[in-house]
């Protein structure tokens, strides 16, 4: 195991307070990004720094007012640096319910005013129709409409598909479920985002979602997501939870996050890296996504015949559930033969629940 | 994840063996795809590949390969995986000198076995030949004693399995084969005492679990690059195999080494004097473990405690993974396989008209898909490794404060400025002032690389005699 880094000189006395304002009681020790953390600091303070350059800062205290200002900058910085947004522009914020949309959907508004992005924000929430899942995070989501005053939009798979996950379950099974979940996710979010007319969409998923993401397309062997998982605005995270969905308990998925979990008590930065090396892969272009054409069924955005969600309705419409999963199967199975898998097609299939790719 | 047939999108090992398998191996590909047993060569099993024999098992289980080869087929399987990656990459010549990185361990053993074998083939060939055109390469090997770096003095336990490597590679002849015991700490400058101490100062300034080991797999590459060059080798053989090819590939992400992934992965490393090759690529590490199990092939344990590292874990990650599906370091080894190389990741070509025109054809046939830029690239000192050039740093102090230490450490790669260096000014310097020659002399002759890769680009529009083929 490693060795701790020497503790760090102090500008002021005992280290008693707030490392930032020195005013304060710390009320914070040890958040897991200090890395960050430490290198925003860097950033402001230059020269009165207590800071040196090691990531294993154990005896960096923050108190909860300079948290708040450091997580906010930080976030404003990555806005700015990346120019995600532009004025007056209509963004939807994807909102599970969850503590990162929650956070999200706050910081954003908060943001908007503060720096005055001239952003119109919305929320989005998508209810897979989940008993005792989806139903309290929804009741979580209608509050910070009422909270932050941001107009909500809930859609609905039974609305857009005529299922519910509860009954697609109920006629599938546990096995290929999730891929039914992200591929009409993916949609219902797209399709939401359409009827509310916005230009972007802004999702809480983290630092250590995106690791979880490119660690196991590695794994899985699929290299032309890696691409796509960059393209979305993406916010760093301080405390490690998630809430799985009940319907997936899933050993795979399980080795990777237990082993990140590994990985980050012996390396906190490994996070980051993960995702520095994700940006870094050097994919030839020619593994970029398809054509895009038409859905002939429902007019959605597809590089076949009929998109992902219209095959596996239609096979549920029809009570044959392996439509659509699988290799050469279904109706687009003639152009199925030579996915590669580099095709948007294929790469959703194989995707799981909690995916980045929804 | 349970298999289940046709629902399976995770490439199960039925369809990752038919991937694994070179084309000489074809029939073992064929036949895999009709077997669909999962049995463990119960009764009416046969080899299925020779159709004739008994499958062996091992005794617990051997995972993916139990029960479905006979001993024969299953060495000359694995052989051929060996073989493929040596022709189809022109790894070895018979005007070269090749020298095999041996460690003691299973996968350096069996390189050792198959570059002996195919050695003592192209002698026997050689013998009867009438003309003796073809001459038979030759073989050295090198054992890099990391004792000094492990243990607090001499060892009994190491004594011992020094002479057994001795009398290991005593029995490979003929053609016999000379054997480098080198003691890392060699690489340093001095007589042997300044090295060991240099060795230990340098080694303590890292305070990095992880760091301290992947620094000490640098050094042991720029050992064994001093052993060929001080020899006269032109190739330097490691038996690095698919799955810890995987754990390499998982430990660059985790490092933030994306870019210079695909650098390391390859069959063929170029960037070095003696270019480093990878006959083992394809072998699982499960298959090499059972060809030595199977041949009775002795391997060495060094008495070195394990560290616990990143390395480490991620291991034990991939074994996990392995278990829960063996095609996994396959799956691993292949999706990086999708990045792109770099120009080093192939032999240089040969003008040299000594070298016959068949081998210098079989060069440029080889198709490797290679990042066409003339561009050189710059090196990280530290770890070799190629560096991003929009991200290679400015220096942005004052002329005057850049001392040699500051130099080297500003333009080391991210990771290794990380995990490696020092972050103390201080501690930096001292660091630096102990670091082996070789390793200090790279940072300034930088660009020696880029003019030979330069060169290697235009290669094709030089007029040149011996490149008019009759």
Redesign the interface.
């Given at each position: 195991?490693?060795?701790t880094?020497a503790k760090p000189r102090r500008s002021g006395g005992g280290g008693r307070q707030c490392c930032i304002c020195h005013e304060r009681r710390p009320a914070l020790k040890r958040p897991k990004t200090l890395e960050q953390i430490a290198t925003f600091l860097l950033r402001l303070h230059e020269k009165s720094c207590c800071i040196?350059?090691?990531?294993e800062m154990l005896a960096l205290k923050i108190c909860r007012e300079c948290f708040y200002a450091v997580f906010e900058e930080e976030i404003h910085q990555v806005i700015v640096e990346n120019q995600l947004f532009k004025p007056g522009e209509r963004i939807g914020i994807g909102a599970s319910g969850g503590k990162d949309s929650t956070v999200l959907a706050y910081v954003l508004s908060e943001l908007n005013k503060r720096h005055n992005y001239g952003l119109d924000l919305f929320l989005l929430s998508v209810d897979e129709g989940i008993t005792g899942y989806r139903d309290d995070s929804l009741e979580t989501v209608k509050r910070n409409e009422v909270q932050y005053g941001l107009p909500l939009k809930i859609v609905s798979y039974k609305d857009l598909y005529g299922w519910t996950m509860d009954e697609i379950v109920k006629m599938i099974g546990l096995?290929?479920n999730c891929t039914f979940c992200g591929v009409f996710r993916r949609q219902a979010l797209d399709r939401g985002a359409a009827l509310l007319k916005v230009d972007k969409l802004a999702t809480g998923h983290n630092a250590d979602d995106i690791a979880e993401t490119?660690?196991l397309?590695?794994?899985?062997?699929?290299?032309a997501s890696l691409n796509h998982v960059f393209t979305y605005a993406y916010f760093k995270k301080l405390d490690y939870f998630s809430t799985e969905c009940i319907y997936s308990p899933?050993?795979?998925r399980g080795?990777a996050r237990e082993?990140i979990k590994?990985?980050e008590r012996?390396?906190p930065?490994?996070i980051?890296?993960?995702i520095?090396?994700?940006?870094?892969?050097?994919?030839?272009t020619s593994?970029k996504m398809p054509e895009q054409g038409t859905c002939e069924r429902c007019g959605y955005i597809s590089s076949q015949k009929w998109c992902k969600a219209c095959v596996l309705l239609e096979g549920l419409n029809r009570g044959m559930p392996?439509l659509g999963?699988?290799?050469s199967r279904g109706l687009n199975s003639n152009q199925m033969k030579t996915d590669k898998p580099t095709s948007r097609t294929k790469s959703i299939?194989?995707k799981q629940c909690g995916s980045l790719d929804f | 994840?349970a298999c289940?047939g046709?629902?399976c999108?995770?490439?199960c090992y039925k369809k990752g063996d038919e991937l694994a398998a070179p084309e000489e191996g074809g029939a073992a590909a064929a036949s895999n795809s009709n077997s669909n047993s999962s049995s463990n060569g119960s009764g009416n099993n046969l080899c299925v590949k020779c159709k004739v024999k008994e499958p062996f098992t091992v005794a617990g289980g051997g995972g993916g390969e139990d029960g479905r080869f006979c001993a024969e087929c299953f060495r000359s399987n694995l052989f051929g995986k060996f073989r493929h990656a040596v022709t189809s990459n022109a790894m070895i010549g018979p005007t070269d000198n090749v020298l095999v990185a041996f460690s003691g361990g299973p996968a350096s053993r069996v390189a050792l076995q198959f570059v002996h074998e195919l050695q003592y083939k192209a002698q026997k060939n050689f013998d009867a030949s009438r003309d003796r055109s073809l001459p038979v390469f030759g073989v050295g090997v090198a054992f890099v004693d990391e004792s000094a770096a492990h243990l607090p003095s001499s060892d009994k336990a190491m004594d011992q399995a020094i002479e057994d490597v001795k009398s290991l590679v005593l029995e490979l002849s003929p053609p016999a084969k000379e054997l480098h015991h080198f003691p890392i700490e060699s690489i340093c400058s001095g007589d042997s005492s300044d090295q060991r101490e240099k060795l230990k100062e340098v080694l303590n300034a890292v305070?990095?679990?992880?760091g301290k080991e992947d620094f000490l797999v640098h050094l042991r590459m720029l050992a064994l690059q001093k052993i060929a060059s001080e020899n006269g080798y032109t190739r330097v053989v490691l038996g690095s195999c698919t799955s810890r090819i995987a754990c390499h590939?998982?430990s660059?992400?985790?490092?933030?080494?994306?870019?210079s992934?695909?650098a390391d992965i390859q069959y063929v490393d170029a960037r070095w004097e003696a270019p480093v090759v990878l006959p083992l690529h394809d072998c699982l590490a499960q298959e090499l473990n059972m060809l030595c199990h199977l041949d009775g092939l002795k391997t060495i344990e060094l008495p070195y405690e394990p560290q616990?590292?990143?390395n480490s874990?991620i291991s034990s990650?991939v074994a996990?993974?392995q278990e829960?599906n063996p095609s996994?370091e396959s799956?691993?080894v292949?999706?990086?396989g999708?990045?792109?190389p770099f120009a080093f990741n192939r032999i240089p070509e040969i003008n040299d008209t000594n070298v016959p025109l068949a081998t210098r054809r079989r060069q440029k046939r080889s198709s490797l898909?290679l990042?066409g830029s003339i561009s050189s690239e710059s090196f990280c000192p530290m770890c070799y490794s190629p560096l991003?050039q929009s991200k290679v740093q400015a220096l942005d102090t004052p002329e005057a404060s850049k001392t040699n230490s500051y130099i080297f450490g500003s333009s080391c790669c991210s990771?290794c400025r990380?995990q490696i260096l020092p972050?103390?000014p201080l501690c930096m310097e001292h660091f630096y002032s102990h670091l082996p020659p070789p390793l200090v002399a790279r940072a300034s002759s930088g660009n020696a690389h880029d003019i030979r890769s330069l060169r290697e680009h235009i290669q094709d529009y030089l007029l040149l005699d011996s490149d008019n083929e009759q």
């Open positions: 195991m490693e060795e880094a040196n350059r090691s990531t096995k290929n490119v660690l397309n590695i794994l899985r062997g699929d290299i899933n050993a795979y080795f082993f590994d990985l012996i390396r930065r490994a980051l890296d993960i520095k090396s994700g940006e870094d892969f050097r994919i030839a593994t392996k999963i699988g290799r299939e194989s | 994840m289940n046709s629902a999108q995770s490439g305070t990095d679990a992880t590939v998982i660059a992400t985790v490092k933030g080494r994306g870019y992934l695909p616990s590292t990143i874990l990650f996990l993974l829960e996994r799956t691993i292949r999706t990086a999708k990045l792109t898909k990042n991003i990771s990380f972050q103390d």
